[in-house]
């Protein structure tokens, strides 16, 4: 199991609640009661117009037939729940380590979506505190051949088995059609990994339409130290940002000493200015920047008692993340 913050879920406050992850306040509770929205069902294809009939060329019979058949397909793609018909890629172990790190820190499973433009993966901890959505494009891959599907993983074994690649060292993934196992290459090494049934794996969250009224561009550098900063005197850690003058500020309260970190401007780019301020969880904020990538920009949209989304970039810009992590509120 890999270690998250379901420390910080223990704990009671009498003043205090968790949000989810819409900005909603919650009573208080024992734990943190912080939800995300999961939905499991499948979605549900549209309905294909039947096209009309008119007397007219073969070949525009011909073009209505085809168009029609590339939509039964589409439609059937996209309704794809089983494991992929198709599934061959090789992929830099550097990469592939980074996005079983990113997951592992608030999951150990997860659903894979399988397409021909690459994989995703999206996953909310057994708190409903943190969520992660992670796309990796095809291009991410040194080679990618691939039809629609799903699979379900053991993250913890899946790194285990790519922990023996170097950074640079080619990892090879297939899946055996006949047993549904994982074939991983490293290094003249062979895995065999049996896939969990997705099915069993916790649902996936929704991600809600928030409106986050302050946004800025921030080294991950910074918030490291932000958060190494507020360990020393508190568990939990706040955000703030100051309108005018424009400032952007970490923060943490403890019983008998404080810290507070105001971000350089050099750390700083794309501001979007408000007045708003918001309580985390330490616990959970250092789990999610201590695998963030060295040196990786990190996008933040956050707002007044509003979940904080922290997005960036992976493998060159073929892979995106998005994490989420819900608030804390505090009722005086």
């Known amino acids: 199991m890999s270690t998250n913050a ?6 009671t406050e009498s003043t205090g609640a968790e949000t989810d992850a819409g900005g909603n306040q919650e009573p208080d509770v024992d734990q943190d009661g912080a939800e995300i929205a999961t939905e499991d069902e499948p979605v549900e294809s549209s309905s294909m117009e039947e096209p009309e009939t008119t007397a007219g060329s073969e070949s525009e019979e011909e073009h209505d037939a085809d168009g029609a058949a590339d939509d039964a397909d589409a439609e059937e793609e996209s309704t794809v729940e089983g494991p992929p018909a198709t599934f061959q890629a090789a992929i830099q172990g550097g990469t592939l380590k980074t996005v079983l790190k990113t997951l592992r820190a608030i999951v150990d499973e ?20 943190a969520m992660d959505d992670l796309d990796l494009n095809a291009a ?12 379900g993983v053991d993250l913890d074994r899946f790194a285990d088995a790519v922990g023996m690649a170097n950074k640079g060292d080619l990892v090879q993934l ?9 074939i991983i290459h490293v290094d003249g090494v062979e895995f065999t990994m049996a896939c969990l ?16 009224p302050a946004e800025v561009t921030i080294s991950r550098g910074a918030l490291d130290r932000g958060a190494k900063a507020a360990d020393m005197v508190s568990d939990h ?9 424009e400032q952007f500020c970490i923060e943490a309260e403890g019983d008998t000493d404080d810290v507070e970190l105001e971000i350089d401007s050099e750390d700083l780019e794309d501001v979007t200015a408000a007045d708003v301020e918001a309580l985390f969880s330490l616990d959970y904020m250092k789990d999610i920047v201590r695998t963030i990538p060295k040196g990786t920009a ?6 007044t008692d509003l979940p904080v989304i922290m997005a960036y970039e992976l493998a060159d810009g073929d892979g ?8 804390r509120i505090r009722t005086d």
């Open 140 to 151: 991410a891959f040194e080679s990618y051949d691939a039809r629609p599907g799903v699979i």
């Open 320 to 327: 995106q993340v998005r994490r989420m992590l819900a608030p």
């Open 174 to 182: 297939s899946l055996d059609q006949q047993t549904r196992k994982l």
């Open 110 to 129: 997860a659903r894979i979506h399988i397409d021909q433009n690459g994989i995703s993966m999206r996953a909310v901890d057994p708190a409903n505190v």
């Open 6 to 11: 379901n420390s910080d879920t223990a704990e």
């Open 197 to 212: 049934n997705p099915k069993t794996i916790r649902a996936e969250p929704e991600i809600p339409d928030l409106d986050h």
């Open 237 to 245: 850690i706040r955000l703030t940002m100051v309108k005018a003058p």
């Open 298 to 303: 990190v996008t933040m949209l956050f707002g």
